[in-house]
């Protein structure tokens, strides 16, 4: 998926009145200004809420959903391969939200201040901050991709990362 891409995606999502903010590998990517690596997918976060609307507006550019692993996350592919990987986030009223995990009594908390904006082709997107990265890139035997955007992340930020 390219940066091309990205914004046509997100273009489309904000037309249809719904809120997302870009994760993982884009995400990393958005907050540095510059498109680092090759990534085959697109991570977004959506307010669960907006799911209909968030489904809808990927439906009618010919994207369907691949895989179901609701509450914690899904996945929709388009022709050619391209696919989104959809996470709902329940929000409070400080601006902080909630994702579900696979352990339900401990959810992946988000602070408010793990909304940002970064940006992707040029323009200004909204993405998940350096801290919230670091902190899902955690518990778990990490790829080369990981460890590239951990590398990216210390670099340009001069954040502690787990690896």
């Not at 037309?15 to 680092?36: F, H």
């Amino acid at each position: 998926m390219d940066a091309d891409e990205v914004v046509r995606i997100l273009d489309l999502l904000r037309r249809a009145g719904t809120e997302v903010w870009v994760g993982g590998g884009w995400g990393i990517d958005a907050l540095v200004g510059e498109q680092s690596r090759a990534h085959r997918d697109l991570d977004l976060m959506h307010r669960q809420e907006q799911e209909p609307a968030v489904l809808a507006a990927l439906a009618g550019a010919g994207f369907v959903e691949s895989l179901d692993l609701r509450p914690v996350r899904f996945v929709v592919t388009a022709p050619g391969g391209r696919e989104v990987d959809l996470h709902p986030l329940v929000f409070a009223g400080d601006g902080s939200a909630v994702q579900a995990s696979g352990v339900p009594e401990r959810p992946f908390v988000y602070p408010a201040s793990a909304f940002v904006t970064g940006t992707v082709g040029g323009r200004t997107v909204p993405c998940l901050s350096a801290e919230q990265q670091v902190f899902f890139h955690q518990g778990y035997e990490p790829t080369e991709r990981d460890r590239h955007d951990m590398a990216l992340l210390r670099r340009v930020f001069g954040i502690a990362t787990h690896f």
